[in-house]
């Protein structure tokens, strides 16, 4: 209680999932979680993370949020929303895939990269959700629609918790969570990860 900040985490148990020929996806989720719901555009949620001094970034198991004390409550209203609600705009999706692409390719000219995805394909094995090898062909083939059914069917209230730190107690905390995220059903439909 020292430090008037209090931090956020809507986060999901995922087990490890092979991503196969669109190996690459599932950093994409994480990447666009935070660029549109249907109230913001990506450009809306910038401004007003920045404008509670905030910061908001997403994971493809969750989210993190911080801000002062003060502005904590619109900055959950703003995790709530993220989270119940990314919408994934496509225009969004293009050009973050675009970004991995050249993050990929520029791969191979970093000793250190290439040590790296070498090491876990060694490691846990091709075979296995860490030992898989995401690149440009691969990365290519990854659709919006692949990222956005991921966070459907993996978003879910039943999968999900929200752990709260910093200047809250458990009576506040609790209050927050039941406010913002009580209601919460998940998605409409039935969904897969396959759908």
Do not use: C
Not at 25 to 53: A, F, M, N, R
Not at 128 to 134: A, Q, T, W
Not at 161 to 184: N, Q
């Amino acid at each position: 209680h020292k430090i008037p900040i209090v931090s956020a985490q809507g986060k999901f148990d995922i087990p490890p999932i092979m991503q196969g020929d669109i190996a690459g996806y599932q950093d994409l989720v994480g990447e666009l979680l935070t660029s549109g719901t249907p109230l913001h555009s990506k450009e809306q949620i910038d401004e007003l993370v920045d404008g509670l001094g905030a910061r908001l970034s997403g994971a493809n198991d969750g989210l993190y949020a911080s801000s002062l004390k003060k502005n904590f409550p619109q900055v959950m209203n703003l995790v709530y929303e993220v989270i119940a609600s990314a919408n994934y705009p496509r225009e969004e999706f293009e050009k973050a895939k675009i970004r991995m692409l050249s993050q990929i390719g520029a791969r191979a000219d970093d000793p250190d990269q290439i040590a790296d995805v070498v090491g876990h394909a060694l490691t846990f094995g091709k075979g296995h959700p860490y030992g898989e090898v995401v690149t440009e062909t691969t990365m290519g083939k990854a659709t919006r629609e692949d990222v956005y059914q991921y966070y459907r069917y993996f978003f879910q209230p039943q999968n999900g918790y929200l752990v709260l730190v910093g200047d809250i107690d458990a009576k506040e905390g609790k209050a927050m969570a039941e406010k913002y995220f009580g209601a919460w059903k998940g998605a409409d439909v039935p969904v897969t990860k396959d759908a």
